[in-house]
Structures are given as C-alpha cells and as structure tokens.
C-alpha cells in the first residue's frame, strides 16, 4: 500500500519533470500513473482470497483488514507509519483514483499553462487523499490531511477563476484553522493515554480502548467534529465551499466535491464518533440539527443562485447534510446510507461539475442568465445534464436515491422529527435541481450560438460515470457487503 | 571635604544638565551640556574611577560633544531657529513628560532606597581596567570595534548622500 | 411463463435504452418500430401471462437490490389479479397511445426521444405495479413521475412548458415525500417494506383505528393524493397539459394519474386497519370530484377540460376506495382509462387536424368534417357521463351506489356524487356540442391517418363495451356487501347524467335557455371566475409556499452565514488598523509609551520584590 | 560617599535625560537627552563597581562610550539628512515610520 503512495507521490514529480521535454508529455504521464495506481489496486485486491471481505476489521488483529502495513516513524512518541486498508478504504481509495482519473480527463483541454505543475499538483493532492483513506495512526492522518491541502490551495489559486486568490484564501484559512484544532485534539488524546499508561500513543487502535473522562472527551471530540465538519462542509460551516468551487478549475472542483470532502465523511466515521462514543451520541441531537439545517439552507441557497457552479456548490451543502444525518443516526442502515452518498455524490456533483467546466470552457461564463436552450446547440450534454440532475435530486435507479433513502430509512428510526425536516429537503432539492437544467439547458435557445457538443472523451468520461450511477442505483449490494464488515466493526455492539 | 566636593559636583552636574536640556539656542545647550560631562568626570575621579574621568573627558566632552558642535555649525540654525524653538517649548508640553519623569524617578529612588554602602573611594587603576578589558571582557571588546565598525560604515552612508548632494549627483 | 415476468418490463426499458444512445443512427421508422413494437411485445407478454393464470399471485426475483440491516428489498415481482388489471391497461392502452403518437408526432425533431422517454415510462409504470415491495413500489413511483416531468417538458424551448413540467414533478414530489416518510415509518414498525409481509404483520399486530396505522396510512395517502392529483395536491394536473396529446392520454389519464389509486388499494389491508384514513380518502375524492368539475365547466382549453374532468373522475376512484367499493374503484380505474384515453386522444386528434387550436370557443361544426374524431368522442363522453350501457355507467354506478351504503355519512357522499355526475354530464356534452355541432370556426387541413384511426376505433369498442368486462380482483379484495339500496337510489342514479345531458343540450345546441344572462350578472361572474381559476387553488400556493419560498431565497442570497465570518475578518482589520494607528511614526510618542512601560515595568518589579 | 547618593544622582540625571527626550521636538536635542541618560547609567555603573572596587564598572562604561560614540555619529548624520530633506530639524514631521 505504501506503493501505492509512493506511485502517486513520485508520478507528481516526474510529471513536473516531464514538462521540459514536452508541455502534452504531463497530461499522458499523469494519466499513466493514475491508471497504474488503479491497476496496482485492483490487481493487489483481486489477489486476496474472498473470505477475507467478510472479516470483521478487528482492532488487534492486522490479519482480518484487507492490507496492513507497519512502520516505525518516531517511537519516542508512539508514532508510527501505519496504514491499513479495510472495505470502506478501499471503496474510497477506488473512488478516489477513479475520479483522479475523471479530473484528469476534465483538464485535459482546459489547463494550458504550466501544465506540469498542475498534474503534479493534481497527483500530489491524490497522494495526500489516498493517504487519508488508509492511515490509522492519528499523527499521519493529520499530516496527510493538511498535505493534501496545500497542492489543492495551489490549483485554485494558480489556474483558478477571476477571484481565485480570495477563494483559495479563505478555503485554506477555514480548513487549516479547523485541522488546528483536531491536532490539538489528536495531541490531547496521546498526552492522556501517555498519563494513563505511561506511553504516548498515536495509534488509532491504542486510542480506540482508551476511554477519557467524558467531560474532556467531549471537549476532544468537538475538535474532531469542528474539523471534519469544516471538511465536510455542514453548516455553518460552508461558507468556504461555495467560493472555492466556483473558482477552481473543473479538475479542482471534481476534486474537491469528489474526494476532498469525503475525508471529512471518513474523519467523522472513522475517527470523531468510535473514538468517543459516549460523547458523540450526547452531541448526536445538535449534529444532526445541522445536518438538517444544511439540507434545507443549502437546498434554499441553490436556488437562489445564478451561477452555475455556485448551484452545484450549494447543492454539495444540501447532499453534506445527508452524510452528516446519516453519520450521526449511527445505525447501520444511515450508516450504508452515508457511505454510499460518498461515493454517489462524489460522481453526480463530479459531473454537474465537469458539465459546468466544459459550458464555462465554451461560454466563457457561468451565469446562467446568458445560458438557456442549450440544448438545442449540444444536445448530448443536455442530455448528461439532465441525467446528473435527475441523480443529485434522488430519483431511483441511480446511486443517490439508495443513499437518500437509507439515509433517512435509517434516521426515521432514531429521530423521526429529523427525517421529517430532511424529507423536506427532497422537495427542495427537486426544485433547485430542475430550475437549474431549465436555466441553462431547457427553454428558448439560440441555434446560432457557437457551443460545441460532447467530443468523445468527454462523452466517454460521461458515459463511465452513468454507468457507475446507474450500477449504483440498481445493484448497490456489492458496494454495501464490501463495506458492512467496516460498519459493523465500527458501530457499538460488534465484536471487538 | 571630599564629601562636599561630591555634592558641588552632583548640583553642577543637575543645574546644568537641566540648563542644557532647556535652552533654545543650541550652541549654548551645548556648553551647559560639556559643563554637565565635566562635574560628572569630577565624580567619578571622586569614587574612584579615574580613567573613566579621564575617559569621561576625553572622549565624552571632548569627541563627542565637537560632533555636536559641527552639525551646529553646519546647520547654521540662527536667529530663527531660536524662535521656532521658543514656540515649541510650550510650558504645556512639559506637563506630561513631568509627570512620567517623575514617577519614573520616584520608582527608581523608591526602589534604591533599601541600599547601603559606600563606594570605597580607592582608585582602580587603569591598568587594572586594562587587564579586565582584555582579559575576561575581550569579547565585549571585539563587540564594541565591531559597533564602532557599524558606527562608521553607517555614518558614512548616511553622510554620503549628503554630501553627494553638494556634488549635485543623484543618489537613491 | 412466470419466469418471463421480467421480460414485460425490461422490454420498454431496452427500447428506450437503444433510443437513448442510438438516436443519432436510427431513422424514425426504425424509431416507431422499436418504440411501439417493444410496448407491444410487452403487451403480448401480459397476454400470455393473464391466458396461463392460474389465480395464484406469481412471483419472481430477479436479484437482491439492497440488503443492509434488517432491510432487504429485492427487484422482485408480484403479479395478482389487481397487478393483472393494471398490466393490461398500461400496455394495451399504452400500446394503443404508443401507436398514435408514431402519427401524432411525425416530422417532430426529437421523435427518439420522445419514443425513449414514453417506453421509459412504461416500463417505470409496469415496474410500479409488479413490485412486491415498497421499496422497488417507490422507484417506479418516481420513476413516473420523473418521465412526465420529461414529457410534460418535452418541449421545453417553451419556458410555460418548462414552468409547468416543474411545476408537475414539485407538486408530486411533495406527496412523494409524504409517502416516503409513510415507508420509513411501517419499516420501524414492521422491519420489512415487502407489501405481502407488512399487511400480515399488520393485521396481526393492530387492532382496528390504531394510531401508527392512521399515521402511517395518512402519509401514504400523501403519496397518492400527490400522483393522482387530488386535493389538495391537484394543481399540477391542468397545467401538465403542456405536453404533447398522447402525453396527456397515457401518463395523465390513462396510467400514472392512477398510481395513487393502485397504492391505496394495493395496501388496503392497512387502510382496513385505519378507518380514519378511509372516510379522508372518500372526503378528499368528493371534494375533489365537485371541484374539479365545477372547474371544468368554466374552461375554454379542450385539453384542460379534460384534464379537470380526469381529477373529477379519480375523485370518484377515492370515493369508491374510501367506502369500501375496492374492485368497483379498480374497474373505474380501467374504464376510465379506456374512455379517458379515447377523449384525449381525439382531442388530440382534433388539435393535430385543426393546427394545435386548444380553444373550443374557435372550434365548431366538426361533426361532418372529422366523423372518425367526432364518433370517438361523443362516445367517449357518454362513456364518462356514464349514459347508461356505456362501460362508464357500470363503474361509476357502483361506486355510486356504494356510497349511498357507507354507514355515517354515506347519503351525503351519494348526493354529491351524483351531483358530481350531473355536472360530468353537462360539461362533456358542453364539450361535444361546442366542438363539433354548431358554426365551423376553424377548418381542418387534414385527417387522421390509419395509425392514428385504429387506436381511436379500438378504444371506441372498449369504452363502449368495457363495462362487460370482468376482472379478475376477487381474491385480493375483501368481499364487498352486497348491497340492494332502494329503488328511486337506482334511478336517480341513472337519470341524473341523463338530465345533465338534456341540460347541456337546452344550454349549448337547442338554445332554448339563453344561460348569458345568469353568467354575466356580477354574482354569475364572480363565480365564473372563480372556478375558471380552478377555486383559486394555484393562487393560495403562490401566496403560501411559493413567495414565501422566493422571498427566503433572496433574503438569504447573500448568505447571512458567511456575514459571521465577515465579521471576524472585520475584527481582525479592526485590530489591524488600531494597532498599526499607534504606529505613527511619531519619535517622542513612542519615547513616552515606552516609558510609560518602563514605569509599569518597574512597578512590577517593585510589587514582585515585596515591596 | 554613600552609594544611595550617587545612584539618587544618576537616577536625576537620568530623569531629566528623559524628560528632555519627551519635550523636546528639536533632534538636536532629542540626540543631547540620549547623551544624558547613557552618561547617567554609565555613571550608575561605575558607581557600583566603585562599591565593589572592582574594574568592571568602568570597563562597561567604555562600553557604553562606544555605544553613545555610535550612535552620536550616525545621529548626526542622520539630522543632516533630516535637514536636507524636510527642511526641519522637527521630528514629528519625520513620520515616514508611520504603519
């Protein structure tokens, strides 16, 4: 697994590197390593015997996750380089090269300058997601969660939009005061373990036996909460999200709504709720209050915009409040729920955002006021339009209904109240969607206007996320045995 | 005797420190202030510095204060300069300076007035002060030649530019 | 044959997928083949299916679809006589609508998609009514609701049609919502969303009015009320018409405006267990039914006409639910599609040959000019006045009848429904007599072709003798008592379409009652108006949801929230500023703070040293 | 000589130093304040090496000549230029520091 790293993390350099040579030479190189990475991946998975998906992750025991890897890094302090990989990893590790991949096919033609730079950032910021997806010691959590920052930083600030240095800013502003405050946490919960057992420990099965006096886990875990749901971004915390995506570009914004918000969704899970159990079930009535708040805020949001990628943005918010209900519902329905709303947000607002690029690639704007009728010019990507905005409204058959509705299925057994408020939240999120696609794709159009169509990349990349979506929708079991083990592991009353 | 020879020198040194630091015109400041060096010299003859008095005079009244001197001359301040003088010394803004000179002071004698002793009135010879000096304060030594260098390098950058303005060359 | 279950709606399903990404290679004949062929496969499917039944549901499972926890849905089917019902109707009427658009949209430039998107209906709408769960129950439900939010947008370069595509998905979705919430609530009692498993559980585990059971059956009537377009959920419906006719045949009368129907009635045994529930479903199909046709009589668009009357008519569906009359509903449902479709398609029919005029103030005198249209249509309206022996008047009656028996309230329900059909006479023959007698307005440039005669002709036959039909709903409703209400019930029943038929022809043909004056008095206007705007219904929401909704969106556009963190950023300028302020520059400023500091220093000092 | 006395006298000197550098706007004078106060610590220094009799007080009251001998010249050619550029000896004129 530590190749699979080191794969990424040298690919960056060689595709700055390879820039000298030729400008087009960064774009193949990258997208060889990607395809290598995943190559790599699958072949390393496809060698494990199949029982092995069904063991239950336990803490003790490296033999029952999917990969394990060991290394000491700095002892004096309990800290090691260690990574594992279990089924909820490995569906985001997956996920994540995949939309690597996506992001790469999304630039191809719109980064023009400096184009090695920009892969190797691009790389880099996989590197640092991938290494979030796998570490379980909490000291190389954090440091892959703040590395993955600073190459995102760069794209939006180097090849983002016309107001991109006060995007970038504050994207790195928020994330970075609130990834302060999880290392405080992380720092307290080994200096406690070190005052109980004499030994400071960093390692996430250490730390998941210890248990704190409630008062200071609470105080512990609000650390975690507040970085995670920055991350996330729930509400009111997500005022960085919209300004970010709007000026990244289109690979930066996959990226980010892609992947780079989910690592928030694993913190939580992984980390924020098993690590203080007691805590997080006391705080889970105000967690999911936000949750609820930002379905409904960002669904009202999203629609009040006239700028494409903003919409999306908000829509991100709204789909944010799902996971964050589902997280904190912690039982094992919302629980599948908010994991497979990872990964089917993750490709549907990849797409809206891919679909964005290439109107603001053609158009030259993302006011959708100059938009309308499109789809009399480019029908193919009308017709992607309205696919991706069928899925992100949650119509059954494609990954986000499943989401939506174990979400919620999940919830209404512990706080029907809340899944009444989030219910509203399906009506709204019809409305923000459909207004979208009438704004930009439907109504009175131009034949004259110059947009080219889809070109067979972008329709093959269209196509591939289709028919994940549509896989999704219809046949989420694979997906959802891959990654009960995990859940089960994870939620009180599993064997430890 | 001695005694009172300290406490002449002490007045002195007050009266004409205060003289100095009230005068308009600068010239005659300066002359109280070289008056002020000279009965402080005379102190530290009395408690037993004697190269320090020399030193006191030498360097002090004596180097420095021509410095003073020069840029008095080269600025030719004038009637005029008097009078700008006279307006911004205003009993008014001695009121606030006062006040914290004053407190500052009483702080200070507050906090001495626990100390007794004498100086010894036994001449440390300057041999000895050699010796010390290079002995074990050779490194302040060398931090001083290296402030000295500063010092010098520095007054002469900023003196350049004066004087390359005379030659009428454009500096900066 | 029970194996090929899964062909019926895979069939439209594989149509619409190689419309989709094959409709830049296909010609449009290979487009209608494949359109209409594929939905008529199906039907021979259900054909088969219903000639080898046997009376036993079938079943079958095609594979797990989600299974986490205590939740294990499948895509599975379960076909019973209800299902058979409506199987039959979706594709023989859809194969028959299927049929006529070939014609009706000829020479459109989005004839692929236009096909994919109705196969993809049908197949959303088969998939709804064979699930055997809830679950795969709601994905066809939305399912169809998502194809007519693509067809009512079908032409969508038109913002009106657009707006009321919008406008129908919204609405629905507000009941789906509802109906979702319905689902989650049964899977906490029961732990199982499969409909043949919750109904034991329910009747074994709550007595008769329990409080969950009325909640939870309330919410799927949230459900219902919302797809079939029932108060108050109806508004979408009359502006749904912006679609293209066929459209408006299959998805608005036909089929899915009658999934609500099909899911009270698929879970009846809950309904049974909430009487509470029951007597609102018939309240709602009552009121709805009045107002609706109140509605309908003061509409010029002939589409709308029948749109407020296809409302009118499911309300009579919920009244029959509502009291009981179960298999009456359900065969109201298939007559009504049947003779619905029959109208809708004539209409069409009409409007194609009369260059897309909606207004029936401009028609006129038809009669001779479009016999074909004509013939379909006057017996398409006797059928929905349910004049006696059409098969109109065999459903209807029996619901009708079977209200004047509900205990309580029963004559009161049976007074307005036979108000109601007094009124469905009228408004039909208004129809009939405007359209096609009288002063031609405007004259036809064409006439339907084979493609879309055949359709017509063969509905003509089904509304007509559709009442003779039998169907097969016995062993899955509970047996309904029955009833021999009294003589002059019977009759009244009977007659009153009659009067309303005599009444309209007084009004609109004889002219023998000039009804202008009584419309134009101030009263008459007012109410004119009134019920023109469907009882000011659209404009309440505007005022309730819709502006308000408008209104929080501006108000929160420039998102308060980040506000917040302007106003940290402003304290920290704020300290910026004040702290670079004391910067001035000024030597003697700084020498006095800085003794003042020494002087605190000191101080300090001095208290620490004891003093 | 009671060691109080000569520390009271350098604190004076000291005192009045201070007072000067605050009041004064001319930099001739500022310049002329600093000379004071440095003399006067020095004069606290030496003091008390007087006490101890030992050399140290008077080897950093070299240190301190060295310091005022520094900072004297570059003062001064720091007035002139002052001079040469406002045409004002006053240093509240001289705000260019201003954050």
């Known amino acids: 697994m530590i190749y699979l790293l080191l794969i990424l993390l040298l690919g960056g350099g060689l595709a700055w590197a390879s820039e000298r040579w030729n400008p087009q030479a960064p ?11 995943l190559l790599y991946l699958t072949v390393a998975v496809a060698r494990l015997p199949v029982e092995q998906f069904s063991l239950l992750p336990a803490a003790s025991q490296p033999d029952t996750w999917l990969a394990h890897t060991r290394i000491d890094w700095m002892p004096r302090f309990g800290i090691h380089f260690e990574l594992a990989l279990d089924g909820l990893s490995l569906t985001l590790v997956a996920l994540t090269l995949l939309l690597g991949l996506i992001a790469l096919s999304a630039s191809w033609a719109e980064i023009e300058q400096r184009t090695g730079f920009f892969q190797a950032n691009l790389l880099w910021s996989l590197t640092g997601v991938v290494g979030v997806f796998m570490a379980l010691d909490l000291f190389l959590f954090f440091v892959f969660y703040e590395v993955m920052l600073v190459p995102m930083y760069l794209l939006i600030a180097i090849w983002g939009h016309e107001a991109r240095s006060y995007a970038s800013m504050k994207f790195f502003i928020f994330t970075q005061a609130s990834g302060l405050l999880m290392l405080v946490s992380i720092v307290v919960l080994a200096y406690q373990h070190a005052l109980q057992t004499g030994s400071f420990s960093f390692s996430y099965f250490d730390l998941l036996d210890h248990r704190l006096d409630p008062a200071l886990a609470f105080w512990v875990m609000l650390g975690f909460f507040l970085a995670f749901t920055v991350k996330l971004p729930g509400f009111p915390f997500h005022t960085w999200l919209p300004d970010a995506h709007t000026q990244a570009p289109t690979a930066g914004s996959v990226l980010l709504a892609g992947i780079l918000l989910k690592t928030g969704a694993y913190g939580l ?85 891919m679909i964005a690029g290439s109107l603001q690639q053609r158009m030259h704007t993302r006011d959708m006021g100059r938009m309308g009728g499109l789809w009399l010019n480019a029908p193919r990507m009308g017709a992607c339009a309205l696919f991706f905005t069928m899925a992100s409204l949650g119509l059954p058959g494609l990954g986000n209904f499943v989401a939506e509705f174990l979400v919620l299925l999940g919830l209404f057994q512990v706080a029907p109240r809340m899944a009444v408020i989030a219910a509203v939240g399906l009506v709204t999120g019809a409305v923000y969607s459909l207004i979208m696609l009438q704004r930009s794709f439907q109504g009175p159009g131009d034949p004259e206007r110059a947009v080219p169509d889809y070109g067979r990349r972008e329709l093959a990349t269209m196509l591939l996320m289709v028919a994940l979506l549509i896989w999704l929708g219809v046949n989420p079991q694979p997906l959802l045995e891959l990654t009960q083990p995990t859940v089960d592991s994870l939620l009180p009353g599993a064997t430890p | 005797m001695i005694l009172a020879l300290f406490y002449v020198a002490a007045a002195i040194a007050l009266l004409s420190t205060a003289m100095a630091l009230s005068r308009t015109n600068a010239t005659h400041a300066l002359i109280y202030l070289i008056m002020s060096l000279l009965s402080v010299a005379v102190i530290f003859f009395i408690i037993g510095a004697p190269f320090a008095a020399a030193l006191e005079i030498v360097i002090y009244a004596g180097a420095i204060m021509v410095l003073f001197v020069f840029v008095i001359m080269m600025l030719n301040l ?56 290079f002995g074990p304060y050779v490194l302040a030594v060398e931090l001083a030649s290296m402030l000295l260098l500063a010092g010098l390098v520095g007054a002469y950058h900023v003196g350049r530019s004066f004087l390359a303005r005379d030659r009428g060359v454009k500096h900066q | 044959m029970t194996d090929l279950l899964w062909l019926i709606p895979a069939l439209p399903l594989a149509s619409a997928t190689l419309l989709i990404l094959g409709s830049q290679w296909l010609g449009p004949r290979w487009v209608a083949t494949l359109g209409v062929g594929s939905v008529g496969a199906a039907g021979l499917c259900v054909l088969f299916t219903t000639l080898q039944w046997q009376g036993a549901p079938l079943q079958q499972t095609l594979w797990t679809w989600i299974q986490v926890g205590e939740l294990s849905a499948g895509v599975s089917f379960y076909v019973d006589g209800l299902t058979l019902v409506m199987m039959s109707v979706i594709t023989g009427v859809g194969f028959l609508i299927h049929l ?51 067809l009512v947008g079908f032409w969508h370069f ?86 293209p006719t066929p459209v408006s045949a299959l998805i608005h009368a036909a089929t899915m405006v009658t999934a609500g129907v099909y899911l009270v009635a698929r879970t009846h045994e809950l309904f049974l267990l909430a009487p509470p529930t029951l007597t609102a479903v018939a309240v709602i199909g009552l009121f709805t039914l009045l107002l ?73 005198g038809l009669r001779s000019r479009l016999p074909v249209v004509f013939l379909s249509f006057l017996i398409g309206a006797a059928a929905l006045s349910a004049l006696p022996l059409t098969s109109g008047f065999f459903s209807k009656d029996l619901i009708v009848l079977a209200a004047f028996e509900a205990p309580g309230i029963g004559p009161w329900l049976w007074a307005g429904a036979v108000l109601g059909a007094f009124l469905t006479a009228l408004y039909s023959f208004r129809l009939v007599f405007v359209v096609f007698f009288g002063r031609a307005n405007t004259l036809p440039d064409r006439q339907p072709g084979p493609a879309m005669a055949t359709p017509l002709s063969v509905l003509c036959v089904f509304s007509l003798a559709g009442g003779w039909l039998g169907i097969p709903v016995a062993n899955v409703f509970p047996a309904e008592g029955e009833g021999h209400p009294a003589l002059w019930v019977e009759a009244v029943s009977i007659g009153i379409p009659l009067l309303g038929l005599a009444l309209a022809y007084a009004l609109f043909l004889g002219r023998r009652w000039d009804a202008s004056g009584l419309v134009e008095s101030p009263l008459g206007q007012a109410f004119y108006r009134f019920w023109h705007a469907g009882w000011r219904v659209d404009g309440l929401y505007d005022r309730l949801w819709v502006k308000p909704f408008l209104v929080l969106t501006v108000l929160l556009k420039s998102e308060p929230v980040d506000r917040l963190y302007g106003a940290v950023v402003a304290l920290c300028q704020l300290c910026y500023e004040g702290l670079s302020r004391s910067q001035s520059g000024r030597l003697r400023q700084y020498a006095t703070v800085m003794a003042a500091g020494v002087i605190v220093l000191l101080g300090v000092v001095w208290r620490a040293a004891g003093g | 000589m009671p060691l109080e006395h000569v520390l009271g006298l350098a604190s004076l000197l000291f005192a009045l130093g201070l007072t000067g550098l605050m009041v004064r706007r001319n930099i001739l004078f500022v310049l002329m304040s600093l000379e004071v106060m440095l003399n006067s610590a020095a004069l606290a220094f030496v003091a008390a090496g007087a006490h101890w009799g030992q050399p140290d007080g008077q080897v950093v009251f070299m240190l301190v000549l060295t310091v005022a001998a520094a900072e004297v010249s570059v003062g001064l050619g720091l007035v002139l230029q002052i001079q040469r550029r406002f045409h004002t000896l006053d240093i509240d004129d001289a705000t260019r520091l201003r954050g």
């Open chain 1, 27 to 37: 774009r193949w190189v990258a997208l060889g390593v990607v395809g290598f990475a």
């Open chain 3, 100 to 150: 006529y658009s070939a014609e009706f949209m000829a020479g459109d430039t989005s004839y692929a998609r236009y096909f994919a998107y109705l196969n993809l209906f049908v197949a959303a709408m088969l998939t709804l009514v064979m699930a055997d769960n809830l679950l795969l129950l709601f994905f066809g439900w939305e399912g169809v609701g998502a194809c007519s939010y693509l």
């Open chain 3, 158 to 243: 038109d913002a009106a049609n657009g707006a009321a595509a919008r406008k129908a998905f919204v609405v629905t979705r507000v009941g789906d919502a509802a109906m979702a919430l319905g689902l989650f609530l049964l899977f906490r009692e029961f732990g199982t969303l499969d409909i043949q498993a919750l109904s034991a559980a329910a009747n074994a585990r709550w007595e008769v009015g329990n409080p969950t059971a009325v909640l939870a059956t309330a919410l799927l009537l949230g459900g219902a009320v919302g797809k079939s377009a029932q108060l108050p959920l109806h508004t979408w419906l009359p502006d749904a018409m912006a679609g």
């Open chain 3, 292 to 364: 609706a046709a109140f509605t309908a009589l003061c509409q010029h668009d002939i589409k709308r006409i029948l749109a407020w009357s296809t409302i009118s008519q499911i309300g009579y569906m919920f009244l029959g639910l509502g009291v009981g009359a179960w298999s009456a509903s359900i065969f109201h449902l298939m007559t009504h599609a049947f003779f619905k479709a029959l109208l809708f398609l004539a209409a069409g029919a009409v409007i194609h040959c009369l260059h897309h005029e909606h207004d029936i103030r401009n028609m006129g």
């Open chain 2, 78 to 133: 004038g009637e005029a300069g008097q009078i700008r003088e006279r307006e911004w010394l205003k009993p008014r803004s001695w009121i606030l300076p006062g006040i914290f000179a004053a407190a500052l002071l009483a702080e200070l004698l507050v906090l001495e007035n626990g100390l007794s002793g004498t100086t010894t009135g036994v001449a440390v010879e300057p041999k000895t002060v050699g010796l010390t000096l």
């Open chain 1, 269 to 353: 899970l992984r980390f924020a709720i098993p690590l203080f159990p007691e805590a997080a079930a006391e705080f889970a009535p105000v967690a999911m209050a936000l949750g609820a708040a930002g379905i409904i805020y960002g669904a009202v949001l999203a629609f009040a915009q006239s700028d494409f990628k903003r919409l999306v943005a908000y829509s991100s918010v709204s789909h944010m409040g799902f996971i964050l209900l589902g997280l904190y519902a912690w039982n094992s329905l919302a629980v599948q729920g908010a994991i497979v709303q990872m990964v089917a947000h993750g490709l549907s607002t990849a797409a809206l955002f």
